[in-house]
C-alpha cells in the first residue's frame, strides 16, 4: 500500500509463497527469499538477494518469534536454544547484516524489532524464555537507538510492544528444527488450561493490519516505543512505579 518494494523471508515456504502471491495479486514487487533468522548465514544470503534484487534497504521489521517452554527450570534446554534462536538471535542477526549496509547507505532508514508488551512487564501465562528474549529485545533496541544516534547516523530504531495480536504464534511448533523437538511428555492438564487461554486471548487479539498502522505511524513520527494496546499502559506504569517507590514485583 506505500509502494515499496518488499522483501518476504520466512522459515515456512508454503506460507511465504502464499503471502507473495496474495501481494503480487495487489501490484506489489516481492522477493522471497526462504530464511531461517537463527542462522547468521541465512540472514546473510537474505541480504545479498535483496542487494541484487533492489540494490538498497530502507526498512528492516525484525519480526518472527516463537513460544515454547514453561518454567526457568521446567523449560528444556532445547526450548532455550529455539526461543532464543528465534526469537533474540534473528533480531541479533538482523541488525549486525543490515546496520552495516545502511550505514554505506548514508540515506534515511527505519529498522522496527517486535517485542512484547512483555518486554516491559512480567505476564505470568507465558513461558520464562519467551519472556527474556523481549526483554531483551528493548534492551537491545534502546542500546541500538542511543548509539546510532550519538554517531549521527541517518537510522531511526523502533521497538514495537505489542499485547494480544490474532496470529498463529501458538502453532510455531510445526516450524520447530527436528535437532531441537522435546521428547514427548506426559501429559499436564494445567498446561492445556494456559493453552486455551493464551489461544482465547490471540483469536480475540488485534489485527495485525491494525498493528501495520500503527507502526507506519510510528515510523513518520520517529517514535522509539510503539505500544498498540493503551490498556497495557497502567500495568508499565504500575512495574515502573514498584521498581521506584516500593522495590516490589507485582506477580
Known amino acids: ?36 533468522v537463527s542462522k547468521a548465514g541465512d540472514v546473510e544470503e537474505l541480504a545479498r538477494k535483496t542487494l541484487d534484487a533492489f540494490g538498497a534497504v530502507h526498512l528492516l521489521f525484525n519480526n518472527a518469534g516463537v513460544g515454547a517452554g514453561g ?22 542477526h538482523g541488525i549486525r547484516t543490515f546496520v552495516p549496509i545502511m550505514l554505506a547507505q548514508d540515506t534515511e532508514c527505519h529498522i522496527v524489532n517486535t517485542a512484547s508488551i512483555a518486554g516491559l512487564i512480567y505476564a505470568p501465562q507465558l513461558s520464562s524464555a519467551y519472556l527474556v528474549t523481549k526483554h531483551a529485545v528493548v534492551a537491545l533496541s534502546e542500546h541500538l537507538q542511543c548509539t546510532l544516534a550519538e554517531r549521527r547516523a541517518k537510522i531511526d530504531i523502533s521497538v514495537m510492544c505489542p499485547g494480544w495480536v490474532n496470529t498463529a504464534i501458538m502453532d510455531s511448533e510445526r516450524n520447530r528444527p527436528h535437532e531441537l523437538q522435546n521428547e514427548p511428555a506426559s501429559p499436564n492438564p494445567g498446561d492445556d488450561a494456559i493453552e486455551r487461554e493464551i489461544r482465547a486471548a490471540l483469536q480475540s487479539g488485534m489485527s495485525p493490519h491494525v498493528v501495520a498502522d500503527f507502526v507506519f505511524k510510528a515510523i513518520r513520527s520517529g517514535r522509539f516505543y510503539i505500544l498498540t494496546h493503551p490498556e497495557a499502559n497502567a500495568l508499565v506504569q504500575q512495574r515502573m512505579e514498584g521498581i521506584l517507590g516500593s522495590g516490589t514485583l507485582a506477580c
Do not use: H, K, Y
Open 71 to 92: 518454567s526457568v527450570w521446567e523449560s528444556t534446554l532445547a526450548d532455550w536454544q529455539w526461543v532464543m534462536g528465534v526469537n533474540l538471535w534473528g533480531v541479533i
Open 1 to 36: 500500500q506505500e509502494g515499496m518494494n518488499v522483501v518476504l523471508a520466512d522459515i515456512e515456504e508454503p506460507a511465504l509463497q502464499e503471502a507473495t502471491e496474495s501481494m503480487r495479486r495487489s501490484g506489489a514487487t516481492v522477493l522471497p527469499v526462504r530464511t531461517d
